[in-house]
């Protein structure tokens, strides 16, 4: 098919070319005849070539020349019809390649004749572009000529013709060096010469031989261009005339921009543009270099020539196309190019200089690749030129030089341009486009009220340089306004680019690359980091500079992320100035202005923790710079108007200013947010900046911190602040806040180093809240919401942030201000709910360390006393406890301790929320606490019981212990074996609970509340009853020595310490209270009563347990000796309490032996007692009654000692009769226990309880308890105390036989038996305690009143008289004259009589009397005692002084009890006359003459001394003495007796004479009138002798003596004289008397003899 079609065009070729021929041979006919003959020759080979039948195309391209041959002349022939008819038929074969190389140079030839004769020169060029278009057969010469041919006809003067000549020549020498890139397609075998620069020096028209061909036409033209540009003549290229400089630097830049592979594949082309083209380029900038426009040259003899516009333009392009395409064989070269683009930037340069160099830098720029060599060759070398850095440092001068309006202007001027109208603010029409209300402004960048429009939208659209391309122009072209500003800003975007490409495509080639490339890895690292470094610097200024002026969202965007990346690269290069320079520059832009110096030039923004004397301060600049209301800045962008944030160098002057953000702000507090969340991992330490400015942002907008950490916006908190929110911004601020979210749930995904980072800077950030608060200002809380926000979405990598974040969280809780401390409590325990809820592998509670961190922080919260804090704590706590409670296993511990901590807080709401928890653990997680967890949840019980704000719930938590010992005991076997299978060396026993719930009870029993101690006492001793038998010996030691004593001791250095005053203040102060429990004191001594109670109540029911135990005695002696200084303190209640727990301690059941013997034991002479080699060594049991004994005897003797000096203003410490009483119920117990070991120190012991007993009688009662103590009537009853010791003695004299050596206590017993009843007659004193008589006071009194001892005396009587009529005839008791001091104590009642008390005392004494002599005379040795003459005068005398009172008795005595009295007194007569008389002969006759006497005086002094003379008269006494002494008297003449009754009888007559016969005178001289008193003994006088004739009567008559009755009958007369008395009574008695004198009257028997 294309055989075919090419056979068809062929035979076409072939009717066109005879057809030109024709009409050729027409046209010639006439006046070139050879054209003719030519032509026609020539048809004719062509139709003997058609007729042949070989190949066409073939024989037609052999016979071209011969062909082409008519047309060549024709061409010659100058006719312009023939020369167009030449030329298209020499097209139609070029276009057919229907020519050979010889036929080819005769048509170049022939256009080179016709190019000088001027004629078709448009078809010349038309045929000279097709011939070497069309193939390559032209080579060499004759394409130089054709070559040639197109510049000669470029400077005719026809600009068609030039146009096209122009366009011819620029197509030619593509297809030159197209030939060549096609020649190096083809492989060839020629052998060419190598390559020799020594050859090349100078230049040759002979081409190297190391070149093809086609490539050696394309040196020779490549070296001509630079000759004619360098105006130097051609030495390929002969034949041109001219050449324009622009025309060839035009082509040298197509060239070189065309077909760089060329120049880069052979050597020889490159040795061309370094040797000539750089060196030619140089020497054509000299203009540019030189000249400065505006200031004058120096002085030269050449003048400077002025920048040409069209050169200028082309050598840049050249230079341009040289540093983009051979940068890598022009190293040195480039630099100095890039250095003269550099340069052409200075602002001495004309602006269109600096815009096309600018064009030029923009596009070098927008290589990245390139960009990486200009580093890689120069800037990263130590000493070479920083040549990127110089670029991006001009780049950033030139715009800026932009913003200078003078400069602006007189750059302007010098240019000869215009300045524009729109050059300040801008304009209402600006480029034809509207601006102003309602319209969508121009873009455009404002500074300093300097408006320069941005020309196109940059960022979208790739800039277009305009200058450069620019070729047709003469003249620069008028510069538009704002291309230079555009055109920087374009070059900025382009390097930020170019390094981004470079970094970024850096990063994932060594994402891929092995460690085996490590150091290629390290140059390309140090590389990267040279790109940022050489061209941070100057961008930053540049761009922070844009982002200030610029007035476009697009433009602003643009330079965001430029600013964004460059964060980005320097983060990930490690560039840490950098990242920290850009990233303070987004900052400083999204904050208002000189807010941003308030707040980021300070120390506290980087490092918070500067000391307080190096905070920098606003320099002077700061001060003088532009203010809110600068006219730069545009109010209409304003979206939100706030308060400024308080910082540490604040003045609070500034604090009311208001500050506002516009929406540049808020697009770059986006730009912010959008870095911090997409490259986070790469902020490090700058996360502190961008963290303050979103701080800062946050405040200024008003956003307020919502739960979890999210901040939301608060309308009414805004009004009520003064911020204004406009509608442009209201609608953004959900968005904001949700950028703010999303960026630190974002952090879910940085890794561990920079979440590491991001804590740091939020708590930097923090902690300067933290001081600002400190200074009494409103902190913002963004930090601390924030660390929430990112602890909460790290959760899974808890280990890693978990320490710091909380650490810091901590020392939020610390803050005393309010905001502050509850946002950190409510960050602390949200995370910690948060992590406690995770799903972690493996779960919490089989990773004990895990769990333990994660609770750590909830437990250092109990440090803050703080009410807000400690209650979210506890919240947080019961939480737990309600949603995993089950799951906690590890970490109970630190919940307990978490529960427990809140009891030690004052405030009520937060004790009631812990207790809560701590009731929920007690009642539904016991069973799921560990052992040695259940021992920490006792005492955190307990120190609910402790805290002092919440009575209720220290009474419940106490109730809660109980729970938990009932929980103990019944779940006793589990908990052991839980402790064995947990091999916990903290707990190795269920007693080491038990023994912390004891301890905990202990505690409780020393709380300062009474209610408390009360319950927590009576709780503890109930626990140790119902569950102590569960209890190990060592257990119960632990328990008596750790616990209980303990105990004792602290209740009472606690009652010692307490105020006896009643506090007037607190809630308790108006609440009515009983006297005994008004003050602390009074609360203490019920405290102490109760636990003496409880531990003596512990010994007693517990003792065979006790028993058990090795220090058992020492456990017993201290309790006693306890007891014992409690007895003796000053509280009547607790010394009671003391001898109550006392008795309750020896209140055991007595020994059997002892309960074995009678009640009323027989008296056991002491030689029959058996002893035995073990007395001598006590029991422990003996050992522990004796320490009782002992004890007994301290408390008695110390508390029954009276005051021998009572000081003035002192309060005398007397027992109360309770005390007493209870004292002295304890000696029979203790007694029974101690009388069978009494050997030792027998009769001291003995001696010391019986004074214990008599000192307690002697103690006074109180006047205020008399009316319960004291009877209202005066008859004698018992004191509770007297009946006390009643049973005391009675017990002594009960088992005083069973005592051994007991024959020696007798005498000591009764003795102390006689003294105790002389107390009804002679009440014992206390000291010097002035004490009232008994019945002395009714109702209340002060001071003390005697106890009436009258009845307690007589029962005394009655013992001492039973015991002594027992033991009377035991040697001890004659040989201590035992009946001699009964006698003697007898005497006194006995003596008294009817001035006793009481008549039972004396009738009473009078019955011991007459039973102990009836029992101690019947005793042999008694008798036998006449040494011993106290006795018997210590008998007379009681005799006498019974007989014979002093006082006489009551006048309102009836006759009947004086009768019994004389009964009484005739039993005494009795006693004499059958007990004493009879035995006359064995007693001491001193004695027996007193008794005598007794009688004597007994049968005188018969009538009672008051008694009236009714007949109160004791004839029956008289007589009964009368007759006893008669009897003993006048049995025989021998009887020494009677002489004395004689005697006796013969003074009384006497007597009777003396006083009858004085009361004769008194009545015979009528002036005296006899007394009553002498009429009485008148009276009595008569009486004896009446008794006297009557007793003489029953005798013998032997034995009364005949001088008696002469006495008697001499009286007669005296007694007859009375007859004229006047007084019935004695006219009574005469009447008797002289009635008995009738027996005298009869004569005597033996008279009558």
């Known amino acids: 098919m294309a055989s075919e079609t090419t056979i068809a065009m062929t035979k076409k070729l072939f009717e066109n070319l005879q057809s030109d021929l024709k009409a050729l041979s027409a046209e010639a006919r006439k006046k070139h005849p050879p054209v003719k003959e030519a032509s026609e020759a020539c048809m004719l080979k062509l139709r003997m070539i058609l007729s042949k039948p070989t190949d066409l195309f073939s024989e037609l391209l052999s016979s071209s020349s011969e062909i082409v041959q008519p047309f060549i002349m024709g061409c010659d022939s100058k006719n312009p019809k023939m020369v167009h008819i030449s030329l298209t038929s020499m097209q139609r074969m070029i276009q057919h390649q229907a020519i050979s190389a010889t036929t080819a140079d005769n048509i170049i030839k022939s256009l080179w004749n016709l190019m000088n004769s001027g004629i078709e020169e448009l078809k010349l060029l038309q045929t000279a572009i097709l011939m070497i278009t069309t193939n390559s057969i032209v080579q060499h010469e004759s394409l130089a000529k054709a070559l040639v041919l197109g510049f000669r006809l470029y400077f005719t003067k026809d600009s068609t013709t030039i146009n096209t000549a122009g366009a011819t020549v620029r197509q030619l020498v593509?297809?030159?060096?197209?030939?060549?890139?096609?020649?190096?397609?083809?492989?060839?075998?020629?052998?060419?010469?190598?390559?020799?620069?020594?050859?090349?020096?100078?230049?040759?028209?002979?081409?190297?031989?190391?070149?093809?061909?086609?490539?050696?036409?394309?040196?020779?033209?490549?070296?001509?261009?630079?000759?004619?540009?360098?105006?130097?003549?051609?030495?390929?290229?002969?034949?041109?005339?001219?050449?324009?400089?622009?025309?060839?630097?035009?082509?040298?830049?197509?060239?070189?921009?065309?077909?760089?592979?060329?120049?880069?594949?052979?050597?020889?082309?490159?040795?061309?543009?370094?040797?000539?083209?750089?060196?030619?380029?140089?020497?054509?900038?000299?203009?540019?270099?030189?000249?400065?426009?505006?200031?004058?040259?120096?002085?030269?003899?050449?003048?400077?020539?002025?920048?040409?516009?069209?050169?200028?333009?082309?050598?840049?392009?050249?230079?341009?196309?040289?540093?983009?395409?051979?940068?890598?064989?022009?190293?040195?070269?480039?630099?100095?190019?890039?250095?003269?683009?550099?340069?052409?930037?200075?602002?001495?340069?004309?602006?269109?200089?600096?815009?096309?160099?600018?064009?030029?830098?923009?596009?070098?720029?927008?290589?990245?690749?390139?960009?990486?060599?200009?580093?890689?060759?120069?800037?990263?070398?130590?000493?070479?030129?920083?040549?990127?850095?110089?670029?991006?440092?001009?780049?950033?001068?030139?715009?800026?030089?932009?913003?200078?309006?003078?400069?602006?202007?007189?750059?302007?001027?010098?240019?000869?341009?215009?300045?524009?109208?729109?050059?300040?603010?801008?304009?209402?029409?600006?480029?034809?486009?509207?601006?102003?209300?309602?319209?969508?402004?121009?873009?455009?960048?404002?500074?300093?009220?300097?408006?320069?429009?941005?020309?196109?939208?940059?960022?979208?659209?790739?800039?277009?340089?305009?200058?450069?391309?620019?070729?047709?122009?003469?003249?620069?072209?008028?510069?538009?306004?704002?291309?230079?500003?555009?055109?920087?800003?374009?070059?900025?975007?382009?390097?930020?680019?170019?390094?981004?490409?470079?970094?970024?495509?850096?990063?994932?080639?060594?994402?891929?690359?092995?460690?085996?490339?490590?150091?290629?890895?390290?140059?390309?690292?140090?590389?990267?980091?040279?790109?940022?470094?050489?061209?941070?610097?100057?961008?930053?200024?540049?761009?922070?500079?844009?982002?200030?002026?610029?007035?476009?969202?697009?433009?602003?965007?643009?330079?965001?992320?430029?600013?964004?990346?460059?964060?980005?690269?320097?983060?990930?290069?490690?560039?840490?100035?950098?990242?920290?320079?850009?990233?303070?520059?987004?900052?400083?832009?999204?904050?208002?202005?000189?807010?941003?110096?308030?707040?980021?030039?300070?120390?506290?923004?980087?490092?918070?923790?500067?000391?307080?004397?190096?905070?920098?301060?606003?320099?002077?600049?700061?001060?003088?710079?532009?203010?809110?209301?600068?006219?730069?800045?545009?109010?209409?962008?304003?979206?939100?108007?706030?308060?400024?944030?308080?910082?540490?160098?604040?003045?609070?002057?500034?604090?009311?200013?208001?500050?506002?953000?516009?929406?540049?702000?808020?697009?770059?507090?986006?730009?912010?947010?959008?870095?911090?969340?997409?490259?986070?991992?790469?902020?490090?330490?700058?996360?502190?900046?961008?963290?303050?400015?979103?701080?800062?942002?946050?405040?200024?907008?008003?956003?307020?911190?919502?739960?979890?950490?999210?901040?939301?916006?608060?309308?009414?908190?805004?009004?009520?602040?003064?911020?204004?929110?406009?509608?442009?911004?209201?609608?953004?601020?959900?968005?904001?806040?949700?950028?703010?979210?999303?960026?630190?749930?974002?952090?879910?995904?940085?890794?561990?180093?920079?979440?590491?980072?991001?804590?740091?800077?939020?708590?930097?950030?923090?902690?300067?809240?933290?001081?600002?608060?400190?200074?009494?200002?409103?902190?913002?809380?963004?930090?601390?919401?924030?660390?929430?926000?990112?602890?909460?979405?790290?959760?899974?990598?808890?280990?890693?942030?978990?320490?710091?974040?909380?650490?810091?969280?901590?020392?939020?809780?610390?803050?005393?201000?309010?905001?502050?401390?509850?946002?950190?409590?409510?960050?602390?325990?949200?995370?910690?709910?948060?992590?406690?809820?995770?799903?972690?592998?493996?779960?919490?509670?089989?990773?004990?360390?895990?769990?333990?961190?994660?609770?750590?922080?909830?437990?250092?919260?109990?440090?803050?006393?703080?009410?807000?804090?400690?209650?979210?704590?506890?919240?947080?706590?019961?939480?737990?406890?309600?949603?995993?409670?089950?799951?906690?296993?590890?970490?109970?511990?630190?919940?307990?301790?978490?529960?427990?901590?809140?009891?030690?807080?004052?405030?009520?709401?937060?004790?009631?929320?812990?207790?809560?928890?701590?009731?929920?653990?007690?009642?539904?997680?016991?069973?799921?606490?560990?052992?040695?967890?259940?021992?920490?949840?006792?005492?955190?019980?307990?120190?609910?019981?402790?805290?002092?704000?919440?009575?209720?719930?220290?009474?419940?938590?106490?109730?809660?212990?109980?729970?938990?010992?009932?929980?103990?005991?019944?779940?006793?076997?589990?908990?052991?074996?839980?402790?064995?299978?947990?091999?916990?060396?903290?707990?190795?026993?269920?007693?080491?609970?038990?023994?912390?719930?004891?301890?905990?009870f202990g505690e409780l029993c020393v709380d300062p509340r009474p209610a408390v101690r009360k319950s927590a006492g009576q709780t503890l001793f109930s626990t140790i009853a119902a569950h102590g038998d569960l209890l190990q010996n060592i257990t119960w030691k632990s328990l008596l020595w750790k616990v209980l004593f303990p105990l004792l001791d602290n209740v009472k250095s606690k009652l010692e310490t307490a105020p006896s005053e009643r506090e007037r203040k607190g809630p308790e102060a108006n609440i009515l209270m009983h006297h005994s429990r008004d003050t602390a004191k009074k609360q203490w001594c019920e405290t102490q009563v109760l636990i003496m109670a409880g531990v003596s109540r512990v010994f007693s029911i517990k003792k065979e347990h006790l028993e058990e135990l090795d220090d058992f005695s020492r456990a017993w002696a201290f309790l006693l000796q306890y007891l014992e200084r409690a007895s003796l303190g000053h509280s009547a209640e607790v010394c009671l309490a003391a001898l109550r727990s006392f008795q309750e301690l020896v209140n055991g059941p007595a020994k059997e032996e002892t309960n074995s013997q009678s009640a009323s034991p027989q008296i056991v002479p002491q030689q029959s007692i058996q002893r035995d080699g073990s007395s001598s060594q006590p029991s422990v049991s003996q050992t522990m009654w004796n320490t009782a004994w002992k004890v007994w005897l301290n408390i008695g003797n110390k508390r029954t000692t009276p005051p021998m000096t009572i000081q003035a203003a002192t309060t005398v410490d007397i027992p109360s009769q309770a005390f007493l009483c209870q004292l002295v119920l304890i000696f029979p117990k203790i007694f029974t226990h101690v009388q069978d070991h009494f050997v030792c120190d027998m009769f001291t012991d003995f001696s010391k309880g019986l004074s214990v007993l008599s000192q307690t009688l002697a103690v006074p009662i109180a006047g205020d308890t008399s009316p319960f103590l004291v009877p209202t009537n005066y008859e004698s009853t018992l004191t509770p105390v007297q009946e006390t010791v009643i049973d005391a003695y009675t017990c002594l004299c009960e088992n005083v036989a069973h005592i051994k050596s007991s024959e020696k206590l007798y005498p000591k017993l009764i003795s102390h038996l006689i003294k105790c009843s002389e107390y009804a007659t002679r009440v014992p004193t206390f000291g010097a305690v002035e004490v009232k008589p008994p019945n002395s006071v009714k109702g209340l009194t002060t001071g003390y009143i005697a106890s009436d001892m009258t009845e307690f005396s007589e029962k005394c009587m009655s013992l001492a008289t039973e015991v002594y009529s027992k033991c009377c005839s035991l040697d001890s008791v004659v040989q201590e004259d035992t009946l001699k001091c009964i006698i003697q104590s007898l005497s006194t009642p006995l003596g008294a009589k009817y001035s006793c008390s009481s008549d039972s005392t004396w009738k009473l004494a009078v019955q011991c009397l007459l039973k102990c002599v009836r029992s101690g005379l019947s005793v042999p040795k008694v008798k036998a005692s006449t040494s011993s003459t106290d006795l018997w005068l210590a008998l007379s005398k009681a005799l006498s002084d019974f007989l014979f009172p002093k006082v006489p008795a009551n006048e309102s005595q009836s006759l009947a009890e004086f009768r019994e009295d004389e009964k009484l007194d005739c039993l005494v007569v009795e006693m004499i006359r059958k007990d004493i008389l009879p035995f006359s002969s064995e007693l001491p006759k001193d004695f027996i003459a007193s008794v005598l006497q007794i009688l004597n005086r007994g049968s005188i002094h018969s009538q009672s001394p008051n008694a009236p003379v009714s007949g109160k008269v004791r004839h029956l006494f008289t007589q009964k003495c009368f007759e006893t002494l008669l009897q003993f008297s006048f049995v025989n003449d021998e009887n020494k007796a009677a002489s004395v009754s004689q005697v006796a009888v013969q003074t009384l007559l006497t007597r009777c004479v003396t006083i009858i016969s004085d009361y004769n005178k008194d009545i015979h001289l009528k002036q005296n009138v006899p007394s009553l008193s002498q009429v009485n003994e008148v009276v009595s006088a008569i009486q004896t002798m009446t008794t006297l004739i009557s007793s003489l009567q029953k005798l013998s008559q032997d034995s009364v003596d005949h001088s008696i009755w002469e006495r008697i009958i001499s009286l007669y007369p005296h007694l007859v004289s009375c007859i004229h008395s006047k007084s019935d009574s004695v006219l009574v008695e005469l009447e008797k008397a002289l009635s008995s004198y009738t027996v005298l009257l009869n004569t005597p028997a033996y008279a009558r003899k």
């Not at 070398?381 to 001068?397: P, W």
């Not at 800039?463 to 230079?484: H, N, S």
């Not at 761009?543 to 965007?557: G, P």
């Not at 700061?622 to 400024?644: C, E, N, W």
Request: net charge negative; glycine share 4%.
């Open 174 to 1000: 593509n297809v030159v060096y197209d030939r060549v890139n096609t020649e190096d397609s083809v492989n060839s075998q020629e052998p060419l010469e190598p390559f020799a620069t020594d050859k090349m020096k100078m230049p040759s028209k002979i081409a190297p031989l190391s070149l093809r061909p086609c490539a050696r036409d394309g040196f020779l033209l490549f070296q001509d261009l630079c000759q004619l540009v360098n105006a130097d003549n051609p030495l390929w290229l002969t034949g041109i005339t001219e050449m324009t400089r622009t025309f060839g630097l035009e082509l040298l830049e197509s060239v070189m921009s065309g077909y760089p592979r060329i120049f880069l594949e052979h050597e020889e082309f490159g040795f061309l543009l370094k040797e000539r083209v750089c060196p030619l380029v140089i020497k054509l900038f000299s203009p540019s270099l030189k000249f400065r426009q505006g200031i004058p040259s120096a002085p030269s003899p050449i003048p400077v020539e002025k920048p040409y516009f069209p050169i200028v333009m082309r050598l840049l392009r050249i230079v341009q196309a040289l540093i983009k395409h051979f940068y890598c064989l022009l190293s040195t070269e480039c630099e100095i190019f890039l250095s003269l683009l550099i340069k052409f930037m200075d602002v001495e340069k004309p602006m269109w200089q600096r815009c096309i160099a600018l064009e030029v830098l923009l596009k070098l720029c927008n290589d990245p690749k390139l960009v990486r060599s200009f580093v890689e060759t120069y800037d990263i070398k130590e000493h070479s030129a920083k040549i990127f850095y110089d670029i991006v440092s001009a780049i950033g001068s030139f715009i800026q030089t932009l913003f200078m309006p003078a400069v602006s202007n007189h750059q302007s001027s010098r240019d000869g341009n215009k300045t524009p109208d729109t050059q300040g603010a801008p304009p209402s029409m600006v480029a034809g486009m509207p601006v102003g209300s309602g319209v969508t402004p121009q873009p455009a960048f404002v500074y300093k009220n300097l408006w320069i429009p941005l020309i196109m939208n940059v960022p979208q659209t790739a800039l277009r340089p305009v200058l450069i391309d620019m070729v047709d122009k003469l003249e620069p072209p008028v510069i538009p306004d704002g291309y230079a500003l555009t055109l920087g800003f374009a070059s900025l975007l382009e390097i930020c680019h170019s390094v981004e490409v470079n970094v970024l495509l850096h990063q994932n080639t060594v994402n891929g690359t092995d460690a085996t490339h490590s150091h290629t890895k390290s140059q390309d690292d140090e590389l990267q980091k040279a790109l940022v470094k050489s061209s941070w610097a100057g961008l930053l200024a540049s761009l922070t500079l844009l982002l200030e002026a610029s007035t476009d969202e697009q433009a602003t965007e643009a330079i965001l992320k430029a600013e964004q990346s460059y964060v980005n690269m320097s983060g990930v290069l490690e560039l840490i100035t950098t990242r920290d320079a850009f990233v303070t520059a987004l900052c400083k832009s999204s904050l208002p202005p000189h807010y941003q110096l308030l707040i980021l030039n300070q120390p506290s923004a980087s490092k918070p923790h500067a000391e307080r004397g190096h905070i920098r301060v606003r320099s002077l600049d700061m001060k003088t710079s532009p203010s809110y209301h600068d006219d730069s800045f545009d109010k209409s962008q304003v979206v939100a108007v706030g308060t400024a944030l308080p910082t540490l160098n604040m003045p609070a002057s500034s604090l009311q200013n208001q500050v506002m953000l516009t929406s540049k702000n808020i697009s770059c507090m986006r730009a912010i947010l959008s870095l911090a969340h997409c490259h986070g991992s790469i902020l490090g330490s700058s996360w502190n900046m961008v963290l303050t400015t979103l701080q800062h942002l946050v405040w200024i907008l008003g956003l307020k911190t919502a739960s979890g950490g999210q901040l939301k916006s608060d309308i009414h908190a805004n009004e009520s602040s003064g911020a204004i929110i406009t509608t442009a911004i209201m609608a953004d601020l959900p968005v904001l806040s949700s950028m703010l979210s999303r960026l630190f749930e974002s952090s879910q995904y940085l890794d561990d180093v920079a979440v590491h980072h991001l804590i740091d800077a939020l708590c930097k950030l923090s902690n300067e809240s933290l001081e600002i608060a400190y200074n009494n200002r409103e902190p913002s809380l963004f930090a601390v919401a924030k660390l929430l926000e990112t602890g909460l979405v790290n959760i899974h990598r808890v280990e890693v942030l978990w320490k710091p974040l909380t650490a810091h969280l901590l020392e939020v809780c610390h803050h005393p201000h309010v905001g502050m401390r509850c946002c950190g409590a409510e960050a602390i325990t949200s995370l910690v709910l948060a992590a406690l809820s995770y799903k972690f592998v493996p779960p919490l509670y089989e990773n004990k360390r895990l769990q333990a961190m994660l609770l750590a922080p909830l437990r250092e919260l109990s440090v803050i006393s703080q009410t807000d804090v400690r209650q979210k704590q506890l919240e947080c706590a019961l939480l737990i406890l309600q949603n995993g409670g089950e799951t906690l296993g590890p970490g109970w511990p630190t919940i307990l301790q978490v529960i427990g901590d809140g009891a030690n807080t004052q405030g009520e709401v937060i004790i009631r929320t812990a207790f809560q928890s701590m009731q929920l653990v007690v009642t539904d997680f016991l069973p799921l606490i560990s052992p040695p967890c259940l021992s920490l949840c006792v005492e955190m019980a307990a120190k609910f019981g402790l805290q002092q704000s919440e009575l209720n719930i220290s009474l419940t938590a106490i109730g809660l212990l109980w729970n938990i010992s009932d929980y103990f005991y019944q779940q006793r076997a589990k908990i052991t074996s839980d402790i064995i299978k947990d091999e916990d060396p903290s707990l190795t026993s269920s007693d080491q609970l038990w023994m912390c719930l004891y301890s905990k």
